[in-house]
């Protein structure tokens, strides 16, 4: 089976077929000629998320899934939030996008957040959707070189290494990704 990820980000292409079961043929935007950039203008991840499968499904009639992904600190009442990836401004840049939360959590003696993934699918003329969340902490300075985005501040619940310092492998058992393309994998394998 050929399924259209809705993602530009080769990081995260390459996570996600990592995971998946060789008889899924994981392919991007770029591979079926998509060149635009897909407005993400909901108010939610779940919004954004289904945006984008309902974009490529409509304009290419494949079979397509697509993500978002929000960092929700408690300190911030939830921010970024939905607007996570531009957090620090609309060129979406993940080194200003940390810098910004460090700065706003400086004087917060709650650092604890969640990365909360939603993941829409268009296929067989129906829509679904797979959440995963992590819980865990900002701590005070980036760790790690591994993964992109906030993962080298950001250290899940029970651990002490940041996403940005585990392997694929182990960021992938333990994410908010992973656990939404875990009930994504189950859902396509058992159709």
């Known amino acids: 089976m050929k399924l259209v990820f809705a993602s530009n980000n080769a990081h995260k292409i390459a996570e996600i077929q990592a995971m998946l079961p060789p008889t899924i043929e994981l392919v991007g935007l770029q591979d079926i000629g998509c060149t635009e950039d897909i407005p993400e203008t909901a108010l939610t991840l779940e919004g954004n998320a289904q945006l984008k499968a309902d974009y490529v499904t409509q304009q290419f009639g494949l079979p397509c899934f697509a993500d978002d992904t929000g960092l929700e600190v408690d300190a911030l009442n939830g921010a970024p939030g939905v607007y996570s990836a531009r957090y620090a401004g609309v060129q979406k840049n993940a080194e200003d996008n940390m810098q910004k939360l460090l700065m706003e959590l400086e004087d917060k003696v709650n650092r604890k957040a969640q990365f909360k993934t939603v993941i829409a699918l268009n296929i067989y003329g129906k829509s679904h959707q797979f959440t995963g969340v992590v819980q865990g ?17 950001f ?7 940041t996403f940005a310092e585990m392997n694929q492998n182990e960021k992938a058992r333990l994410s908010h990704r992973g656990k939404a393309v875990t009930q994504l994998i189950a859902f396509l394998t058992n159709k």
């Open 137 to 153: 902490e900002i701590i005070k300075e980036k760790r790690g070189i591994q993964g992109f985005g906030y993962d080298p501040i």
């Open 155 to 161: 250290v899940p619940e029970g651990f002490t290494l």
